[in-house]
């Protein structure tokens, strides 16, 4: 049984393009994150999400658009894809109050 | 500053060896301490907590100093299966919500 689950695993897109990936956890947990980790392996908290409303929203370039359709769900939509967007974005999720995270296997983006 | 700071390695050790990695963060008020475990093209995972107090699990313990502002994560008897990448975090300030994450430090265990 997959608890964090991420889709599509690696994505391979070109400048400009808009693409999406999706989230989805089955802990019952109520908060979920995105981070961005880049070529040097700097793990960056982008958006943190709580039943739902969006809690946290680092200083993230508004290309970057999170949707949370219900607290299992976390998707993020990249408008206008830049290479300096390649990187693996990790998603993440926990109960509120316990800083104990679980992550998804993360997603590969690269941009040409 | 940054507000997690680690030595970034690598360190290569042989099997059995005792290894230590230390950590500093910058923000007086933090809260919450863990070290994390990332394998090569992996999530991070929890490896443990950091209690003031100290806390063992095992062959590993973890340290932590207030006062200095600094935590450690001691290894013993290291095995192949030790290498990987450990993030040291941190709850920011009074947020529950927002972990920071160390840089990592690269730990490649050999035979």
């Known amino acids: 049984d997959t608890a964090v689950s991420q889709t599509p695993k ?12 999706k989230c989805e956890q089955n802990l019952g947990h109520d908060t979920m994150y995105w981070y961005k980790q880049d070529s040097k392996k700097f793990l960056k908290i982008m958006f943190s999400y709580n039943n739902k409303e969006l809690i946290i929203n680092e200083t993230v370039p508004n ?32 109960h509120r109050g316990t800083p104990e995270q679980y992550f998804g296997p993360g997603t590969r983006l690269t941009v040409t | ?8 390695g690598p360190f290569n050790v042989p099997e059995g060896a005792t290894v230590a990695f230390n950590c500093t963060y910058s923000n007086s008020a933090s809260q919450s301490f863990f070290w994390y475990r990332q394998d090569c093209r992996k999530e991070p995972k929890l490896l443990m907590s950091v209690y003031s107090s100290g806390n063992e699990d095992g062959r590993f313990t973890a340290q932590l100093n207030r006062a200095s502002q600094y935590i450690s994560l001691l290894i013993r008897d290291s095995k192949l299966s030790d290498s990987a990448t450990y993030l040291c975090v941190v709850r920011a300030g009074t947020s529950y919500d927002k972990v920071i994450f160390g840089p990592g430090t690269s730990l490649s265990v050999i035979p």
């Open chain 1, 10 to 21: 690696y994505l391979v897109t070109q400048m400009g393009n808009d693409k999406s990936i």
């Open chain 2, 1 to 8: 500053r940054k507000e997690v700071e680690q030595d970034p």
């Open chain 1, 63 to 94: 290309r970057f658009s999170p949707k949370s359709p219900d607290k299992a769900h976390l998707n993020l939509h990249i408008n206008s894809l830049e290479l300096g967007d390649s990187a693996v974005y990790f998603c993440a999720s926990s």
